[in-house]
């Protein structure tokens, strides 16, 4: 039982270097992840002594303006 070895067309190699050619185009066009230790690091405030916690940040108060009548 011998298998016939496989023709390698021109129109295909020409569509495999297409397509890898294609798939390095995009790679080269993505923004890279910049490193988690280029990252900084957003200062928490310590947690309050009582317990708590809530503050009426920026964020919360512009919420609160959106749902007046």
């Known amino acids: 039982m011998s298998q016939a070895p496989t023709k390698l067309s021109r129109r295909t190699v020409f569509a ?24 900084p690091q957003a200062a928490l405030k310590p947690k309050p002594a009582r317990g708590g916690g809530y ?15």
């Open 16 to 39: 495999g270097a297409g397509a890898a050619s294609a798939v390095a185009v995009i790679a080269s066009l993505m923004p890279s992840r910049p490193n988690q230790t280029e990252m």
């Open 55 to 69: 503050s009426l940040s920026k964020h919360v108060q512009q919420y609160y303006k959106t749902t007046r009548v």
